[in-house]
């Protein structure tokens, strides 16, 4: 950042000159001011620094374009308001000066604008900040618009004239702040205060950006662009701090059993009667150190509406599996579990018993030719050479291990057990289940800037494997018995919620609804993980969530771009249209067949789920 030690005549000349040659600038100003402008947008966001004034500062420091006015030499930053309103009026048609202060009163938005010449901008405003109650129901505010040329707070000097505005082609909007995120005493509420402030930003960002797109000749596209491009330091420190702690741990490895090949011998061979205790892997960390870095990490301090959602959400996230790791074989693993995975709705559980139904198991030893390891690694390595056409940075290995009994991806690495053999027509399914999701969008988001979306944002489990799944149907290999597991972990899932014991899960799964006894003791043995673990329900879950996610016209490519979940996707939209984050710069290789075009057409069209297999 720049430091301008004094506002004259000189360094205004200079601030304009940094932003003609280089589009943006970032500098400190006399009396600890600011000033923030990226991409020379057409707007300027303004907060006067007062003296008891809490909390109002961090409503304006994540904007793409603005300035803080210093306790000292106003006049020199009328100067500098009115020069950069003159300037840049010239490259946009016009300018807009959105001036923001705390008032007295606790209930009252006051808009103050020019509503004849803005009418459409000053109703969109009104309309965001009337929605304010619905969001926080202990709220009872109100929002009045004055129609006056005096838009700045009761008593202060203005920054521009009406006059000044006209002819420097520019609009002066002043917006009065209730102070309802802080008390009688002036003590900012610090939880409210971040909603409040992510909730008020997105009203002015709607409201600047009906101004921008009538008003101005600026090419910015919707009001998510409004945010900053380029992310402060501290946000980057925050992201690789948050995907350390993750790296240091292998969850899925430490919740399930180190002894699961005595666990089914024993079972088999007393008659499915006997379950023998889970024993667990040593703990490589210790839980307590690490929930001590967790919050030592100063996640208050980060502005950015969208990344201060996405960190806060992944911190609750490593904090309830560091937890669980601490709890594994006790009741309360499984209460955390629940809470993890969000439990199991009605309609969920619905369509589980609808798919298991509809749709039989069927005999696997008669269904055709088989392949081995070393074959499913030949095919892996030609998705690979299509990945590395696409991006030739792409580099991923196959391992084929004696000391590996499910095939799994891990760091973008494909991991085979040695013995491991499959159907030949599920092969191709299963490449694009783990080459062509979870080792492309780990590729993926190792691109991007922010190391989380290669690890994975909070809760993205579901839509991951929703999008693994989906794949297996978009190639032709989504099976009658792949189906049927998906369903019937979620019913063994609902049978634990319900207080049902091992032997009680297998003999429903293999007695009610048709499972052999292999099939029925893997559902159950990973359910029982850790004494409930819900992870597996997330496949169906994830499954049924993208179905209706592409029902309502949402775009499927996207989710490739990186691992997150669905309801993040309004926030990867904005980072890209910020040009935070970027398109995934692979894709898989079915995504480009008639075949995927007519299979999507189907989901689109509400083919049932029971209907997707081969």
Sequence with gaps: MRKISELTEESIKQILTILEDEGEISASLPGNGLIHIEDNLPYLVVYRARKNDPGTKRLIISEASYLLIGNESFENYRKLVHALANTLSGN????????????????????????????????????GLNNINKEY?????????????????????????????KRSGSVVVGLEIPAVYRDESNKVYPVFLREFKDYLISCIHKAIFDYVRIQTTSGVES????????????????????????????FLWLVSPANIRDIKNTFFENNFEKVIDYHYRLLPIDPDVLKRKLYNLKIEDIDDPAMSHIFREKREELDQQITMLNERGTPNFFYNSIRLYKGITQKLNREAKAILDEVSETDEENEGVKINAEDFGALARKEFDNFTKQDSSFKSKVHIRKDVNIIMVNKGELYIPSDYKMLKIEANALIQHEVGTHILTYHNGTSQPLELLSGGLADYDPLQEGLA????????????????????????????????????????????YGFSAQRAFNITSRIM????????????????????????????????????????????????????????????????TQNFKEKIKLI?????ISKMIT
């Design 137 to 165: 129901s202990g709220l009872d505010v109100k929002t009045e618009i004055k129609d006056t040329p005096h838009r700045q707070k009761e008593g202060d000097r203005e920054l521009l004239s009406i006059e000044e505005a």
């Design 469 to 512: 799944v989906m794949s297996e149907f978009m190639v032709n290999g989504l099976t009658a018995n792949r189906l049927r597991t998906l369903a019937g972990r979620v019913i063994a899932g609902s049978a634990r919620l319900e207080g049902a014991n091992f032997i009680e899960i297998f003999r429903l799964l293999k007695m009610n």
């Design 529 to 592: 993980q850790g004494g409930g673990f819900l992870k597996d329900i997330i496949y169906l879950k994830g499954l049924v969530q993208l179905r209706e996610h592409l029902q309502n016209k949402g775009d499927y490519e996207s989710l490739l771009s990186g691992k997150f979940a669905l309801q993040h996707t309004e926030i990867i939209k904005e980072l890209t249209e910020r040009e935070v984050l970027m398109s995934g710069v692979l894709k898989p290789s079915y995504l480009s």
């Design 604 to 608: 689109r069209d509400g083919l049932p």
């Design 223 to 250: 009001h998510l662009a409004l945010g900053r491009r380029h992310l402060k330091e501290k946000v980057f420190e925050i992201d690789k701090a948050l995907a350390s702690i993750e790296k240091s741990y292998q």
């Design 92 to 127: 946009f048609k016009s300018y807009m000066i959105f001036e923001i202060y705390t008032g007295l009163s606790r209930n009252t938005f006051t808009i103050k604008a020019p509503v004849q010449k803005i009418s459409s901008t000053v109703d969109v405003l009104e309309k």
